[in-house]
């Protein structure tokens, strides 16, 4: 929900398809019995190249940078239903305002991640303000720290690009699956997935993926449904052309979730320190009234794309990608408490658990992305060295354009113990909204040099143009930001033994800040200096059979802006720079394969700190809020020997403290989970069938996953109490 951003936020009709679905499907597919076949390997990999690199076909085992694919064996393992779910099996990402219906949001190195340009699909830029399906998803691909190379503007934690599901490259192969699964909760979907080639000499490939899901999860009165629909296809015009297209619907509706909160002293509310609740189960949905409404999210996205080798080595390649999103945002949306004196709490709710609730609609928001790049990469000789060169042009544009007004209305009040006293909806549209509009031109040019055959240096330049304006639906607070600016990359591998890797790299990226049009601003409308972060990092990557394992430490600053002056009447605001937020941190990742056991972990330790604040000196030193000091994923995954295709796993979660509140009298306490699941891959009447049982949070352990402060108010979300999901995939 961001009803107090400029750019905002959940269905009518209710689907059921039951666990009688499911295990009819299952038994359509598993009558008799057969031989049991061998799993491929499933692994977080560093070995693969990464499309979001925008390094070509180098393996991420060589490049200068720290990055992770997750593959799709692994995604169909876990059950992934959306990206917060692939990536936070990555030490360096936590939760960042993650509420459950809603799309994702996530920090990476500490730093939120922005949904308006921090992700890519299919390596060109999308929004995500909106719930992406990961049904089509070949894998996720998550480039971490300042990406200033692969984007013209960005959050400094890092980005993410989907990569979708493709045609199958040989000519006499064929993809036809059917999946079902039953849980988390009683939520059950199914899908299909076809692929193949056909024509004179096979020369066109197909990929269709569907999946239904009926939206039933362990938090209580949060129903809705699911589906999407995708086409993937590509021509080989000749041995060197091809074209490739895809397009993707979705469509979800689904009630949403609001989160708990601290809970105001109850001897002095309003200047007391406040309270820790209690940890819950995470199973009630404390705001659903009886008038509440699903939000809505729509999307169809689709590329085009033409790749065309040249002589000499060199390869061109044009790419289009387009985005339509609707949403119509709502929430029955917990906020503040009004205390029996009448005085207002705005960050916190009262002492007994009660709240405000405000019924918050922003519907038919539309979004749309368009971007075009055309990409020219070889090689070529200079001064007697091989560079490895590429450049590109990109131009891009965003819109938002929503309804003229929103409703965000008081509509009585509730607790967190379910109750309410909130007799029907407020839904009138009473608040103006803002529309956005920007239009982008990058140029980049990358360049690896090969100084000796153990030895490379990594040099990047990106230019960017670009033209941002917003403005209110009733034509007021108009403000634009046209500006250029420049991104460089600067890196240096080595080659120490065939096994070992070291590099250092240094890197910038932009995020860009417009004082709003208001008259309390003594700058309004005018824009701040571009707010460059940097980074350093130094690593080293080992591989040899069958291990691998890295260590990197990065130290990023990124720059702040504030408000300075009382800001209560005309001119007595003052919107500038203020400081910056510096993290540092070390990062492990390993996996081993022995025998029949596979191991695998990740830690990462981040120091999460303010310096050099001018406004206000006191926050200097402060800890970043919702940050955790140490995370560690670990797994250890076990292949019988004597069962084939009978494997299981074990996965650890473990997140330490984090500041709840800016002087650290209130932190979240560590927690761990632990999740366990069982595959059993085998043949039954010649067709291949995946079993999974899954139990997550296999100690019901309960605890509070994450301490978000939003729109100035402290909020709490529990962790999933223990969970199963039941799923059968067949590949005929």
């Not at 009448?342 to 519907?363: A, H, I, M, P, T």
């Not at 330790?605 to 310096?611: F, T, V």
């Not at 209130?666 to 927690?671: S, V």
């Amino acid at each position: 929900m961001a009803f107090f951003s400029p750019f905002s936020r959940r269905t009518s009709g209710r689907f059921t398809c039951r666990a009688s679905h499911i295990a009819s499907a299952v038994a359509l597919l598993t009558l008799g019995s057969g031989h049991a076949q061998s799993l491929t390997e499933i692994t977080i990999t560093d070995t693969a190249p990464s499309q979001v690199s925008g390094f070509g076909d180098v393996p991420l085992s060589k490049a200068p940078f720290s990055a992770v694919t997750i593959d799709q064996q692994t995604l169909q393992d876990i059950g992934a239903q959306r990206v917060s779910d692939a990536l936070r099996l990555d030490a360096s990402v936590a939760d960042s305002y993650n509420s459950p219906a809603y799309w994702d949001m996530l920090s990476v190195r500490g730093y939120t991640l922005d949904n308006r340009y921090n992700y890519r699909r299919e390596g060109l830029p999308i929004s995500a303000e909106t719930m992406i399906p990961m049904d089509n998803k070949e894998r996720i691909e998550l480039f971490k720290g300042t990406s200033g190379i692969q984007a013209g503007t960005s959050a400094p934690g890092g980005l993410v690009n989907y990569v979708v599901k493709r045609p199958p490259s040989a000519k006499d192969e064929t993809i036809r699956s059917v999946s079902a699964s039953y849980g988390p909760g009683q939520s059950s979907s199914t899908g299909l997935d076809l692929g193949g080639r056909f024509g004179q000499d096979q020369a066109l490939g197909y990929r269709f993926s569907a999946a239904y899901e009926n939206l039933n999860p362990y938090i209580q009165n949060t129903e809705g449904h699911r589906k999407v629909f995708a086409l993937a296809m590509d021509w080989r015009i000749s041995p060197d052309s091809k074209l490739e297209w895809e397009i993707e619907r979705s469509e979800r509706q689904q009630f949403g979730v609001n989160g708990y909160s601290l809970l105001a002293n109850a001897a002095d509310p309003l200047n007391g320190v406040p309270t820790l609740p209690a940890v819950v189960d995470g199973t009630r949905n404390i705001t659903r009234q009886t008038w509440s409404v699903p939000g809505v999210f729509v999307g169809t996205t689709g590329t085009l794309r033409f790749k065309q080798n040249l002589d000499g080595g060199w390869l061109w390649t044009t790419q289009y990608g387009a985005q339509r999103l609707r949403t119509d945002d709502r929430v029955s949306f917990a906020f503040g408490c009004t205390l029996p004196s009448g005085d207002w709490l705005g960050d916190k709710y009262c002492s007994n658990g009660g709240f405000d609730l405000y019924d918050y609609r922003s519907d038919n928001e539309r979004r749309s992305s368009d971007a075009l790049q055309t990409e020219l990469s070889g090689q070529i000789r200079l001064a007697d060295l091989r560079h490895d060169v590429s450049v590109s042009v990109m131009r891009s544009r965003l819109l938002d354009r929503l309804s003229d007004m929103q409703a965000y209305n008081f509509a009585g009040t509730g607790n967190i113990d379910g109750t309410s006293d909130s007799p029907e909806a407020q839904p009138t549209p009473r608040d103006l909204n803002t529309n956005r509009s920007e239009y982008t031109t990058e140029i980049a040019l990358k360049d690896r040099v090969t100084l000796s055959a153990n030895t490379a240096l990594w040099l990047g330049m990106r230019h960017t143009r670009l033209n941002r304006a917003s403005v209110r639906t009733d034509g007021s607070r108009a403000v634009q930001d046209e500006r250029s600016f420049n991104t460089p990359w600067l890196a240096l591998t080595h080659q120490v033994t065939p096994a070992y890797l070291v590099y250092g790299s240094y890197g910038e990226g932009i995020e860009t800040d417009i004082t709003p049009n208001r008259s309390r601003y003594t700058n309004a409308g005018q824009a701040l200096p571009a707010l460059r972060s940097k980074q350093y990092e130094l690593g080293i990557k080992g591989q040899w059979t069958r291990t691998h394992w890295q260590a990197s430490i990065f130290d990023i600053t990124r720059p702040q802006s504030g408000d300075a002056g009382a800001c209560d009447e005309a001119d007595t605001c003052t919107r500038k720079i203020n400081g910056e937020a510096r993290h540092r941190g070390l990062e492990l990742a390993a996996g081993t394969t022995q025998g029949p056991l596979t191991l695998g972990m990740g830690a990462a330790w981040i120091e999460a700190l303010r310096q050099n604040a001018v406004i206000d000196t006191t926050v200097n030193g402060q800890r970043a809020l919702n940050v955790p000091k140490y995370t560690l994923r670990a797994m250890a995954q076990y292949r019988f020997t004597d069962i084939p295709g009978l494997r299981s796993s074990l996965r650890l979660n473990h997140e330490g403290s984090r500041r709840v509140t800016e002087d650290g009298s209130i932190q979240l306490p560590n927690w761990t989970t632990v999740d366990l699941a069982t595959h059993y891959d085998t043949r039954i009447q010649g067709t291949r069938t995946e079993w999974t049982l899954a139990i997550d949070n296999l100690a019901d352990r309960r605890y509070w996953r994450e301490s978000p402060k939003q729109f100035g108010h402290y909020y709490l979300y529990p962790g999933a109490p223990r969970t199963v999901r039941v799923g059968v995939k067949a590949s005929f």
